[in-house]
């Protein structure tokens, strides 16, 4: 249940040799939610990651990335340090070239195999508490697409109830 791979460039787990990240436990928030979550410990939702894993590498300064090989966003350059000024610009105020390099970019995610994620493609529950694991390779764009629906998509309930409306993507960490 760790998930603290080596960043091959100093060849340490989180780049720890090189002072991006270390490799710690989980910590789990333990303050109290809202009355929009009326249900508790039943969805491996409220616990992420940890249903998965109680390590992961936990990055410093302006690194990220699931190994804290990347730069947060807004950063750049071989330590993280070079501030980059990105705008967000609004897509009705594109020009026609920026609006077909938008729609390039969209296609090439759908075309490319992420080469740092997977997807889960069964409960952990299916997943034999995750001594059995199912996960998939998916591609960039429809990644996106599964974290937003796994993060808001409705419980199942032990009675065989749905918890509807939960949304763990915009009420929940």
């Known amino acids: 249940k760790e998930c603290c791979p080596i960043w091959p460039t ?15 436990d ?3 928030s333990n303050a109290p ?20 894993y109680n ?15 990347e730069c947060k966003f807004g950063y750049t350059g071989p330590n993280c340090d070079i501030r980059r000024n990105l705008i967000r610009k609004e897509i009705f105020k594109m020009t026609t070239a920026e609006k077909d390099k938008f729609i390039a970019y969209l296609n090439l995610a759908k075309r490319t195999i992420s080469p740092d994620y997977v997807i889960s493609t069964g409960t952990y529950e ?3 508490n995750g001594s059995n694991p199912m996960f998939a390779d998916i591609n960039v764009y429809d990644l996106f697409v599964w974290m937003h ?6 419980a199942f309930l032990e ?10 993507a915009h009420e929940a960490p």
């Open 26 to 28: 989980v910590v789990i």
């Open 10 to 24: 100093d060849n340490s787990s989180c780049g720890e040799a090189s002072g991006r990240g270390t490799c710690q």
């Open 55 to 69: 390590r992961t590498c936990q990055c410093q300064g302006n690194f990220t990335g699931y190994n804290c090989g």
């Open 33 to 52: 939610v809202g009355t929009q979550f009326p249900f508790s410990g039943i969805d491996d939702r409220e616990n992420w990651p940890f249903v998965f």
């Open 159 to 168: 009675d065989g109830g749905v918890w509807e409306n939960i949304d763990f």
């Open 126 to 128: 299916q997943m034999g």
């Open 149 to 154: 629906y796994y993060a808001s998509r409705d």
